[in-house]
Each structure stands twice: as structure tokens, then as C-alpha cells.
């Protein structure tokens, strides 16, 4: 009698999941804070979609900090695409996965990066500490909050700016490595990932200023009411790339290679660009740019490949084990 | 023409029959759940070179980690020792109302996922949460420091002990208390010279149990470790950070070392048991 209940359910499942399959379905493997821009662009990609091809599609967001999310699919993560918070953990796909061509980066326009972001300050309301750039932070008692750049994307964005400010600033390595060291030794907790920085900083009110991306912060001000906290603009920030690609090798035996492609090229259109306006990030496209040029103030912005000679350079020497960001807590 | 009966198998000893076989579904089961993962992470970690080796393991950060992790949870096995005991003994020996829900409640721990218990103890013992905002002014830092590490230890261990001990605190009866009073012990005198000789066995199995599951949480002590490298990292987490950064075989390496400590560590625990097991027979 117990078989012939469990019979009906497995059945029922058994169906579903073959109906299921007949329509596509895209999965886009992504970083921590992009969950609501996802869901956004999802919706209106399905609909696009259905209305060129008249195709059904299914598309599944997973999201988790970058550098895990990039082993996922090195180790099988069935991925068609990857929207990831840096180039090196796609080129990390690439080394060590070979799921990828070494040029993904030029098969998309503006190096695949859709839309941008940057880093900058997130305080508590009236700024108590009176923050107002770079230099703040390494003052004796101030409490700063940003993730471990060893396993947080974003977290090295924060690294990389905060060095490239003291740089321009004062002139040599030395005097960034200086600022850097000074920088962390204001930390109090390194969180693994940026939401676990933001959750420290907001809800446990821990910190009087978080290094944060801007479209992070902006999220935490939407959410959590500009009556509690304030965002401040360096005078320089970074800009921040996080690129994206269709994974080859997956999107061939699936079958998906024309819609996943369709999918990013997307992200690229009028639409796509609003929706990542919306969500806050920094769009490309220069009249959308323009729309929301209030929403996002204009600041100076090294970028990774001008300053630090690209992210494969800057990860060996200030990430990599035996780095510049291991010596600031080895000889603290 | 030989005796037949030499030829065939000797008739075993054994009383109960099947020991081949089930011997037999041992080694596939603890071989194929327990020994294939180790033993890959030994082959992955035997890829590398012993210079290479030496200096994933034994770096300065990696070093602290090493202390940290072992002697939190050395502290943390050694507390719930002392008062698993205590739980274990209230809950067998006297009958109150509510038991059954505390005896219930020792699970938990078991139960709740480690992410939660961690997110929770931080929300409680952070400088606004109900219990740190009485500790944070006396200059008691929980949240966020090695005692907060320890604290999350503790709080996953706890049912290992209470749960070892029960069974055998249910056996033990009451009459050979009254028997050693009668015979003119005081109560401190029964207490370490009958009861705690009977109760060592299991007392050093549960506190192994609860050693060696500290040794390995990651889930709760991320939330309330302020993860510093050198201060307040634990060994797990430098071993996730090297997979985040592709370092595998640093990884597996440092997971080497702490299988060899964490086995040579419960090998001696065994072996102590035997011996007290042996000498302490009243």
C-alpha cells in the first residue's frame, strides 16, 4: 500500500522532469551580489527570447563568492555561462579547465564587461568619523570593514583601489605597501565574501566605514534606508570589470551555444543596459550612461590593466601565497 | 591419501558465524566511504615536493593556525568533559519535570546546521547582542576573537560526551554507591575512587569525539572568528583559502598534516583507554 502512494509522486516527477527538458535551459554561474540584477535581466531575456525565436527558456542563477563559484566549474559545474566579479577567476577556468578559449576576453566588446562597478565607502548616517577619502581610513581608531582578498573578488577590488590611491598619491610601491599594511591593520573581521562584510558592517554594526562595491552599497542603502548610512566617493576609485563568457565546452554538448551567446549579447542591448542601471550597476552604453549619470557620480578610475599590468600580474604579486597582502599579517 | 579433514578450512572458534563476511563488508564499507577521500588527498599531496611541501605546511600563518585550532579545541573538549559529565549524570540519575525535553535538547547541536549555530552565537555574543552587550564593558571580547572560537567549539561538542557517557552512567548502579558508603567511603572518596575509575573509559571516547569534531568545524567558527591570519584563522579555513585560490595541493597538504596529528591524537586517546580500562577495574 506504502509503494503505490510513493509510486504516484515518483511518476508525477519522473514527467515533470521530461517535460522540463524540452524546453532550454540556460544556467549562468555568477558572483555574490549580482542575485537581483539577475533576476531582473532574466525575465526580460525570456521574454525577448520567446518573442524572436518563439523558443520556451529556462535560465538558473547560482550564485556564491567568485573564486568558488570559477572551481565549481572547473570541476563540472555545468555552466553555460559565467558572469564572475573578476577576469582572473575566468581565466582560472581556463588554466585549469581548459572549458574556454585563452581570447574569451576579446569575444565580447569592452574586454566583456557589460557593465562596470567601483569601489568606495559606506558609513554610518551624519559620518561620525568624518570620512571623506582614502586617507581617513588609515587614522588611528577608525574601524574598517572589507573581505578577505584571498577568497573575496571584491575584497581585491578594495586592495587594488586603496593601493592605486596611495600610489598616485605619494609615488612609489613602498608608500602604497605602507598605506596598504596601515589600511588592514584597521580591520577588524575579514569576512570571505562581500555580503558577509555588508552584513558585519549593517546589521552587526560593527566598523565605522566598509570598503564596498558601489553597486553593493547602494543596495545596502535601498534596503536598509538612507536614514542609517551614507555612501562617500573617494577622490580615486578602481574600475571595476566583472566580466562574462559562455562557457564552450558545456554550451556545445548542451546544445546552448546560440542562446547563451544570444543571452550575454543581451546584456549589452538598450534593455539590458537599463536593467543594469537599475540594479547599480555602472552601464556602458553612453546614452544609458546618460540617464542615470545622477546615480552614479563621476570619479577618477584607474583600471586593473593600466595600473597593476592586468589581473594576472596583480594576483601573483599581491595575492598569491608569499604575496604583499601575506606579508601585512606576517609581520604584524 | 592425506586425512580430508586436514584439507578442509579449520572449523572456526567463533561462536557466531558470518565474521567473513561481515569482516568482509567492514573493510568495503570503511574503504570505500572513509579511505577513498583520505587516501586521495594523500596521492594529491604526494605529487608534490618535499620543499614545496614543508613550505605549505609549516609557513607562519599556517603555523598559527595549527595552534589555534588544536588548542581551541583542546579547551573545548576538555569543558564539555568536565560538564557533559555533570548534564550526563543529572539526566540518568535524577527524574524531574521537563527531562525528557533537556535530554532532547543535548542534540541539538547535532542537529541545527553549523552555519546557523555560528550566525546565532555571533548575534548573541557580539557588543549589541543579548549577552555580549554585559561583557563588552567589563573588557570581555567574545565576538570576533580566539574565545569566540573556542565558544563555538564548545557548543558543537557537547553531545558527543553527554551521549557517550549515558549508557554507561545507566549501567552503573546505584547500589555500588551505597555499598562503598557502607564500607566507610565519604562522598569525595566514592566519587574518584569508584565511580569516575568506572567512568574514564567512555569519559576519554567522548572527549575524543568532541576533540576531533572541533578540529574539523569550519561551518560555525567563520561567523564568529574574526578570521585574522595569524590570530584568529583556523586550520580549515587557511584550507579553504588555498582552494580559493586553486591551491590544491596546498591544500590536501595541510589536510595531511591534520589527518596524521588528528589520527595520531585519537590512536593515543585509544590507547589510554585501554590502560585505564585495564587498571582501573575495581
Request: charged letters at 20%.
Amino acid at each position: 500500500m506504502k509503494l503505490r502512494h510513493l509510486l504516484f509522486p515518483i511518476i508525477a516527477l519522473t514527467l515533470a522532469t521530461g517535460a522540463a527538458a524540452k524546453s532550454t535551459e540556460l544556467l549562468n554561474v555568477s558572483y555574490d551580489p549580482t542575485r537581483e540584477l539577475y533576476v531582473d535581466f532574466n525575465k526580460a531575456f525570456i521574454a525577448h527570447w520567446k518573442a524572436t525565436t518563439g523558443e520556451d527558456l529556462t535560465i538558473k542563477q547560482s550564485h556564491g563568492g567568485s573564486g568558488k563559484q570559477a572551481r565549481g566549474v572547473i570541476d563540472g559545474l555545468q555552466a553555460d555561462v559565467v558572469t564572475l566579479a573578476l577576469a582572473a577567476d575566468i581565466d582560472a577556468i581556463y588554466e585549469h579547465g581548459k572549458q574556454l578559449p585563452q581570447d574569451w576576453q576579446k569575444r565580447l566588446p569592452d574586454n566583456s564587461t557589460p557593465y562596470t562597478s567601483t569601489i568606495v565607502f559606506l558609513v554610518r548616517k551624519g559620518n561620525p568619523k568624518g570620512i571623506k577619502d582614502w586617507d581617513d581610513l588609515v587614522k588611528p581608531g577608525v574601524s574598517v570593514i572589507t573581505p578577505n582578498p584571498k577568497t573575496s573578488g571584491g575584497a581585491r577590488w578594495n586592495y587594488l583601489a586603496a593601493w592605486a590611491y596611495a600610489k598616485h598619491k605619494q609615488g612609489t610601491d613602498q608608500a602604497a605597501q605602507a598605506f596598504v599594511t596601515a589600511l588592514y591593520k584597521n580591520v577588524p573581521v575579514l569576512d570571505s565574501g562581500a555580503r558577509g562584510s555588508t552584513t558585519t558592517f549593517v546589521q552587526r554594526e560593527i566598523g565605522d566605514v566598509a570598503i564596498s562595491w558601489e553597486n553593493e552599497a547602494m543596495l545596502a542603502l535601498k534596503e536598509f534606508g538612507r536614514e542609517k548610512f551614507e555612501i562617500i566617493m573617494p577622490s580615486l576609485s578602481i574600475l571595476a570589470e566583472p566580466p562574462v563568457a559562455v562557457i564552450d565546452r558545456v554550451a556545445k554538448k548542451k546544445g546552448t551555444t546560440a542562446v547563451a551567446t544570444a543571452y550575454l549579447e543581451y546584456l549589452y542591448s538598450d534593455e539590458g543596459q537599463e536593467i543594469a542601471a537599475r540594479n547599480f550597476y555602472r552601464p556602458r552604453k553612453p546614452e544609458i550612461a546618460a540617464k542615470y549619470a545622477s546615480t552614479f557620480p563621476k570619479l577618477e578610475l584607474v583600471t586593473i590593466d593600466g595600473e597593476f599590468g592586468g589581473w594576472a600580474k596583480a594576483q601573483k604579486t599581491h595575492f598569491a601565497d608569499g604575496g604583499i597582502f601575506d606579508e601585512i599579517y606576517q609581520n604584524k | 591419501m592425506t586425512n580430508p579433514a586436514a584439507t578442509l578450512p579449520q572449523p572456526s572458534r567463533r561462536v557466531l558465524p558470518g565474521f567473513g563476511l561481515s569482516l568482509g563488508f567492514t573493510l568495503t564499507y570503511l574503504g570505500l566511504i572513509v579511505l577513498l577521500p583520505l587516501s586521495a588527498a594523500f596521492l594529491k599531496t604526494a605529487g608534490m615536493s618535499w620543499h614545496d611541501f614543508v613550505a605549505a605546511v609549516a609557513s607562519p600563518r599556517v603555523m598559527a593556525s595549527y595552534r589555534l585550532s588544536f588548542l581551541a579545541s583542546l579547551a573545548a573538549g576538555l569543558v564539555n568533559s568536565f560538564f557533559g559529565l555533570i548534564v550526563a549524570w543529572v539526566l540518568v540519575r535524577y527524574s524531574f519535570p521537563g527531562r525528557r525535553i533537556v535530554d532532547a535538547l543535548v542534540d541539538l547541536p547535532f542537529a541545527l546546521p553549523t552555519a546557523v549555530a555560528g550566525i546565532a552565537l555571533t548575534t548573541i555574543y557580539n557588543k549589541n547582542g543579548w549577552v555580549g552587550q554585559y561583557l563588552e564593558p567589563h573588557g570581555i571580547k567574545v565576538a570576533y576573537t580566539s574565545i569566540g572560537v573556542f565558544v563555538a567549539l564548545t557548543f558543537i561538542g557537547v553531545p558527543f560526551v553527554v551521549r557517550t557517557l549515558q549508557p554507561v552512567l545507566l549501567e552503573l548502579e546505584p547500589e555500588i554507591e551505597e555499598a562503598a558508603a557502607s564500607l566507610g567511603a565519604n562522598r569525595w572518596k566514592t566519587l574518584t575512587r569508584v565511580i569516575l575509575p568506572e567512568l574514564y573509559p567512555a569519559l576519554l571516547t567522548g572527549f575524543a569525539l568532541a576533540f576531533a569534531r572541533a578540529l574539523g568545524e569550519y561551518g560555525s567558527v567563520v561567523f564568529i572568528s574574526s578570521n585574522m591570519p595569524m590570530h584568529t584563522e583556523i586550520t580549515p579555513l587557511v584550507i579553504i583559502t588555498k582552494l580559493e585560490q586553486y591551491d590544491y595541493q596546498g591544500a590536501t597538504a595541510i589536510a595531511t598534516v591534520m589527518l596524521m596529528a588528528s589520527f595520531s591524537m585519537l590512536l593515543l586517546i585509544n590507547l589510554l583507554q585501554k590502560w585505564s580500562r585495564r587498571y582501573h577495574r575495581i
